[in-house]
């Protein structure tokens, strides 16, 4: 991705709001830590990372007002994954995203293709891909700015007010959306009236119970509105008769890696503040700038210290996630036969 220019608009006065709980509506909760716009540096206005005491997720407050959340999500967000300044051909697109694509199918192995509804779509993707493998795949995407380079069926809008068949679909996946919207429990109630009895739920989400999530601050802060732990989703979906049967938590869809945290808390240590910290390692266009330089200046002992953390890092990463504790946690849900 090529480097982009940094002006942060100094917005304190946002218009953000007050929550309660969005996945359970409980006004209990405690404040963890203040956060800001680290990724796309769209605003400097700070914002609240709170945990709810009733059903154990993290959840920002005050937040964006849903009116003004489009300008948090830049045009350059739906190419960042590909790291691209500029807009790619669809064979680039696949051959960036095939290994985060196969490895999203799989959570369909053994499922006899059928009907399938992708929710957040982004540019259709998945949509794509699982229409190669036989199912019958369209996309709902919220954004309609998000362009659609291959003229897959995607429908642009407000999902809970779309008009769908009832019991119409055999799987539902949300892929890194359920944590940006802002009524989840209504998004799962919405999805466990459009699934027939046995149709399956699948979605990925962030991990609050993780370092990463807890400690680095790496979920997409204030795209990222509800932060969500094992309890939290098996809670939810179970509400609305919907029974989570495997969760995991990996890095083959997204990365949660923890390359980069020792680096922090040595920067920390040394004299910077958290913001400085956090806005280095965060934004996208300048990876030097975090794991190679002191205060914007080249610096070889950051360079060394940056590479022998990713060396103790990665086996690390590997036992969190297989007892469940990494950051990119995806499950499947399957709706209760009547």
Request: charged share 25%; with cysteine; hydrophobic share 40%.
């Amino acid at each position: 991705m090529e480097k982009k220019p940094v002006s942060v608009p100094t917005d304190r006065n946002a218009n953000l709001v007050k929550v309660s709980c969005p996945v359970c509506g409980s006004k209990r909760s405690r404040f963890l830590f203040t956060v800001k716009d680290y990724a796309f540096r769209v605003t400097d206005a700070p914002f609240g990372v709170r945990r709810c005491t009733s059903c154990d997720c993290g959840y920002l407050s005050p937040r964006p007002a849903e009116v003004d959340i489009a300008k948090y999500y830049t045009g350059e967000y739906y190419w960042s994954y590909e790291r691209a300044a500029e807009k790619l051909g669809w064979d680039m697109i696949i051959a960036k995203r095939r290994i985060q694509l196969e490895a999203k199918s799989r959570w369909l192995e053994g499922m006899k293709p059928g009907r399938l509804l992708d929710v957040g779509a982004q540019k259709g993707e998945f949509v794509w891909w699982m229409r190669e493998k036989g199912w019958e795949a369209l996309g709902v995407e919220l954004d309609s700015t998000v362009p659609n380079p291959a003229n897959m069926p995607i429908r642009y809008g407000d999902f809970l007010n779309m008009k769908f068949d009832s019991a119409g679909f055999d799987c539902i996946t949300m892929w890194a959306v359920l944590e940006h919207v802002y009524a989840p429990s209504k998004f799962v109630r919405r999805i466990a009236e459009l699934l027939r009895p046995g149709g399956r739920f699948i979605a990925l989400v962030t991990n609050f119970n993780s370092i990463q999530g807890r400690f680095f601050r790496l979920d997409d802060y204030p795209r990222h509105l509800t932060y969500f732990t094992k309890h939290s989703v098996q809670d939810l979906c179970r509400r609305y008769g919907l029974n989570v049967i495997r969760m995991r938590t990996s890095q083959d869809i997204f990365g949660g890696v923890l390359n980069g945290g020792m680096l922090c808390g040595l920067k920390r240590l040394f004299g910077y503040s958290a913001d400085e910290a956090f806005s280095e390692w965060r934004q996208l266009w300048e990876p030097d700038l975090f794991f190679c330089c002191w205060r914007g200046c080249p610096s070889a002992l950051v360079r060394n210290i940056s590479r022998f953390d990713r060396l103790i890092t990665l086996p690390v990463e590997k036992m969190l996630d297989r007892f469940g504790l990494g950051f990119i946690m995806t499950f499947s849900a399957e709706k209760q036969s009547l």
